[in-house]
């Protein structure tokens, strides 16, 4: 049976049996002599670039470990929410998901600052490099490891991101009260308010439904997202914002992974920094020619005229976000001050 077609219910009765096994083992390096289950359990949508990286990146780990990990790959939700992958790479019921710093919004706000919160946050994908490939990011997986019990091995990203809409929005007036959908964390809700939308929090996957449904007028994404999920058949104007780039941590659970012989971590941790740098170059190279498709297909793009006006409309997010901790504080100013090469 291909492992895309593992049922949710099964699933969960093998997650208690292997949770339930490990306790009473203490850590996955006694099991070194079997197979170590390691299920990689993201929402991404099938077909992304991300997507196509973990496909690549569980398969190398399966084949350069001779099977002694057995990397399964169960994207665009099959496990669960976006919040339910999250929490299940905390506890280790799955091994490893991805999603943006900006997640730990609650635990550690200075985490979440490198996940692109507050918006407006990253300049250009040199910016987002010198952040996240440099000593910030190292501080960001350690801090994460210290607060979540989750290690962040690598970044993976889906780019900046734009907002989608039923109705066409050029100027920061044509964004009022439009009911748009929002991750279900308090910075993005707080975001739209400040640019006179009406945020909806909603899980990931339910947006084609609220499109359809009219729960929701718009969403904002990536452009990979979009095409993948099919949300412009719902809603066709494209407004080009750049408001949030989005980087996807790779986060592994800290206990499974301090638990891996030694040779089998150092061939797990190499494939992801292989993988990922490669997903972070097809990701951008690829950006331009997904948008061109969504356009044959229908997408009616528009550039927001008066950007400097969302911007300043939104600026005051970063002494709010400042004021949350002293760390908060200094780690938007260390990304701030990495804007300028």
């Known amino acids: 049976m291909s492992k895309f077609a593992v049922s949710r219910r099964a699933f969960l009765k093998t997650t208690v049996g292997v949770a339930g096994a490990m306790s009473a083992l203490g850590a996955p390096a006694v099991l070194a002599q079997q197979k170590i289950l390691c299920r990689m359990a993201h929402s991404e949508a099938i077909g992304s670039p991300l997507t196509l990286a973990f496909e690549k990146w569980a ?52 985490i979440a600052a490198a996940g692109g919160a507050p918006g407006f946050i990253f300049v250009d994908e040199a910016h987002v490099d010198r952040v996240l490939q440099g000593p910030v990011g190292q501080e960001v997986s350690k801090i994460a490891r210290a607060k979540t019990g989750v290690d962040f ?71 990979f997202s979009i095409k993948g999920f099919k949300w412009a058949e719902q809603a066709p104007h494209f407004t080009v914002t750049s408001h949030w780039f989005l980087p996807k941590a790779i986060r ?5 992974l301090d638990g891996l012989p030694a040779e089998l971590k150092t061939v797990f941790l190499a494939s992801a920094k292989e993988a990922f740098a490669e997903q972070r170059k097809q ?45 908060a504080k200094e780690m938007v100013a260390k990304i701030r001050a990495l804007a300028k090469a």
């Open 153 to 223: 091995i690598d970044y993976g990203e889906v780019g900046f991101r734009h907002l989608l809409s039923k109705r066409p929005v050029e100027q920061l007036s044509e964004l009022k009260g439009l009911k748009i959908r929002v991750p279900e964390l308090r910075i993005w809700v707080d975001f739209w308010k400040k640019l006179g939308a009406n945020p909806t929090p909603l899980p990931y996957a339910e947006q084609y439904n609220a499109l359809s449904t009219g729960v929701i007028d718009g969403l904002e994404a990536d452009v």
């Open 59 to 110: 398969k190398t780990v399966t084949e350069k470990t001779g099977g002694k990990i057995d990397a399964q790959h169960f994207p665009a939700s099959q496990l669960g929410s976006y919040t339910q992958l999250i929490e299940g790479s905390r506890i280790g019921t799955i091994q490893v998901t991805c999603g943006g710093p900006d997640t730990e919004e609650a635990v550690a706000p200075e």
């Open 252 to 256: 592994v659970n800290a206990r499974w």
């Open 283 to 327: 990701n951008r190279a690829n950006a331009d020619a997904t948008l061109g498709e969504l356009k044959k297909g229908g997408l009616i793009v528009h550039q927001a005229k008066d950007l400097p006006k969302w911007r300043e409309a939104t600026a005051s997010q970063f002494d709010e976000w400042s004021a949350k901790s002293p760390a």
